[in-house]
């Protein structure tokens, strides 16, 4: 059987792997942590998938029942976006140098007219990491639309290219360009040209095919500040709103299961076509930008050795303010994905953190 065969087989059909087979398992240590941290009470709820060659390790733990249990993901949202915004690039409908204005006419002004797509997809167009008017908006429960809007207005914070700041705004703003490429809604667009195509049941931008029974809820309490940070005037608007919920939010609101999130990267590992040519999977993970500037391919962390203990440089991967993290090593063919309902932000030996350093290690 060819590899690549083997894995959609081994993928679809781990979720029925019996618990007592992997109880000696190499990445048991990464399991255990996150069951330490449910039982403490610390966390509410996680899933941890990895692969490492042809093996394969899955468990559920806490409020999560199942291994498909669907996660916020936070920003491990983007490189799924921009893989989806990456398909048009396929078809040569734009090119990632092209200036944004040409597409997004209204986006001019401040140096404006000098952003190209390649700097809205590895920060560093100079656009900010969120609106200031950021809350208000989510206050209001607008539509995506009215954050495009606040992107035509807000000023840059830099020369194009000159420096980098992680920038939600761009991604947001690269799918817009998709959006009005393709003429389809973007969470319509991304279930259609990534989610089905890879065999993503349990992902969603929005609620989509999700069943709210299927998704689990952030501890919004330890929420990320532009998240409304637990207080108690953002439970309209915070990570477990439906408002959220349902916006499918290209920089952060879509939910998937801990495995559908393996099946993604295994495209960039193996490609397979399904999404696009393998050229433009190996170029989403090399780094474009600078020297001197953070290492980031198109919509991904590359390299990540400040993240992920014991990976090669040409490990690639995201993380996710609501407590979750995926990569990527193609020097060992290992893929690793924890998912968990307790934010980044809210201890600094973080449960998601310490797993993924047990699965790292040589």
Not at 243 to 256: D, E, I, K, M, V
Not at 286 to 292: A, D, F, K, L, W
Not at 322 to 347: H, Y
């Amino acid at each position: 059987m060819k590899r690549r065969a083997f894995l959609g087989c081994a993928i679809g059909t781990l979720a029925t792997r019996p618990l007592f087979a992997m109880l000696d398992d190499p990445w048991n240590e990464a399991g255990t942590v996150l069951s330490g941290a449910v039982t403490s009470g610390q966390m509410r709820a996680a899933v941890i998938y990895v692969r490492d060659g042809n093996h394969f390790y899955q468990r559920a733990f806490g409020d999560a029942t199942t291994v498909d249990a669907s996660f916020l993901l936070g920003s491990i949202t983007k490189p799924i976006a921009v893989a989806a915004v990456m398909t048009l690039f396929d078809q040569e409908k734009f090119g990632l140098d092209d200036f944004v204005t040409k597409y997004v006419p209204e986006f001019k002004g401040d140096g404006k007219d000098r952003v190209t797509i390649r700097h809205l997809l590895t920060h560093v167009s100079g656009l900010p990491d969120q609106l200031p008017e950021n809350a208000d908006l989510r206050r209001g429960h607008a539509p995506l639309a009215d954050f495009v809007k606040g992107i035509m207005r807000v000023p840059l914070h830099f020369k194009p290219g000159a420096q980098y700041e992680y920038s939600s705004m761009a991604i947001l703003l690269a799918t817009e360009i998709a959006q009005r490429l393709s003429g389809v809604e973007f969470k319509e667009f991304v279930d259609k040209v990534v989610l089905q195509p890879l065999g993503m049941q349990h992902t969603a931008f929005g609620m989509g095919r999700l069943k709210p029974e299927d998704t689990m809820p952030c501890q919004v309490e330890f929420g990320a500040i532009e998240s409304g940070g637990g207080s108690p005037d953002s439970k309209g608007w915070d990570w477990n709103s439906p408002y959220w919920r349902n916006l499918g939010a290209p920089w952060g609101g879509a939910q998937a299961s801990a495995s559908d999130v393996g099946r993604f990267l295994e495209e960039f590992l193996h490609p397979t076509g399904r999404i696009f040519r393998p050229e433009v999977a190996q170029l989403m993970i090399r780094n474009h930008n600078q020297e001197g500037l953070a290492s980031r391919g198109l919509g991904l962390d590359v390299g990540m050795n400040d993240v992920v203990t014991h990976s090669s440089s040409k490990t690639f991967g995201h993380t996710g303010s609501t407590g979750t993290i995926a990569w990527a090593d193609p020097e060992r063919d290992r893929v690793c994905v924890v998912l968990t309902t307790l934010p980044a932000g809210a201890n600094k030996d973080h449960p998601r953190q310490l797993a993924s350093e047990k699965v790292s290690r040589p």
